[in-house]
């Protein structure tokens, strides 16, 4: 599984961005494998933490200084996963990064850098 991440940027304080993560080249039984998918992110200087993360099932759980501001959500046809964001704040500024677990595998995509000017 080769995560590719995308749609980070430059964006003013109230702006909106939508990161995707996807894995085309990822057979169809192995992304229906995947339990939990994600979203961390890693800002200057501080550890990576999670931001949203969405079960197999459906459920999502979401840090609490992004709830009702992120959404995360997931395309089987495209075999990926989206980060909404809105009302970004300078504090959403970091690296975000999207995971997908297995009970043996974790996998990482590269990374995309959200920049948010107030």
């Known amino acids: 599984v080769q995560l590719q991440a995308s749609g980070g940027g430059l964006v003013q304080a109230g702006g909106s961005l939508r990161l995707s993560c996807a894995s085309p080249?990822?057979?169809?039984?192995?992304?229906?494998?995947?339990?939990?998918m994600g979203w961390y992110r890693q800002a200057p200087g501080k550890p990576r933490e999670s931001v949203a993360i969405?079960?197999?099932?459906?459920?999502?759980k979401y840090v609490d200084s992004v709830k009702g501001r992120f959404t995360i959500s997931r395309d089987n046809t495209k075999k990926a996963v989206y980060l909404r964001m809105n009302n970004l704040q300078p504090e959403d500024t970091g690296v975000y990064y999207c995971?997908?677990?297995?009970?043996?595998?974790?996998?990482w995509g590269q990374g995309t850098l959200v920049t948010v000017s107030s």
């Open positions: 995971n997908w677990k297995t009970d043996r595998e974790d996998y």
């Open positions: 080249r990822t057979i169809l039984s192995v992304f229906w494998g995947i339990d939990e």
């Open positions: 969405m079960s197999r099932s459906g459920d999502r």
